[in-house]
Nanobody
Framework: VQLQASGGGLVQAGGSLRLSCAASGLTFGSYTMGWFRQAPGKEREFVAAIRWSGGSTYYADAVKGRFTISRDNAKNTVALQMNSLKPDDTAVYYC???????????????????WGQGTQVTVSS
């Protein structure tokens, strides 16, 4: 299984970025996909998740209303549209895949089996 995240970069506060994660080696349509992030010196934290059908999405309070997660099961990709970025959003962003993720684990790292390599997002003030 491979998860390849891309789209990170340097952006000014208030700007936008779109992250993408391409998955291979798994039955993509049966997996819940998530985005997590890790800032220097901090724990990796949940950002957003989307169920296999795309019908249910979940967000961390810190990004709700600014970030949107979506998926394309035909292309085996999941995206994270990030708007109104803030310096606090600076982190390495990771995509993750989990199968049969129960609701109590959907915001937990333990709910996901496969992880990508991460892409750096830096927001300048």
């Amino acid at each position: 299984v491979q998860l390849q995240a891309s789209g990170g970069g340097l952006v000014q506060a208030g700007g936008s970025l779109r992250l993408s994660c391409a998955a291979s080696g798994l039955t993509f349509g049966s997996y819940t996909m998530g985005w997590f992030r890790q800032a220097p010196g901090k724990e990796r934290e949940f950002v957003a998740a989307i169920r296999w059908s795309g019908g249910s999405t979940y967000y961390a309070d810190a990004v709700k209303g600014r970030f949107t997660i979506s998926r394309d099961n035909a292309k085996n990709t999941v995206a994270l549209q990030m708007n109104s970025l803030k310096p606090d959003d600076t982190a390495v962003y990771y995509c993750a895949a989990g199968q049969g993720v129960i609701i109590t684990n959907i915001r937990s790292r333990s709910g996901y089996r496969y992880w990508g390599q991460g892409t750096q997002v830096t927001v300048s003030s």
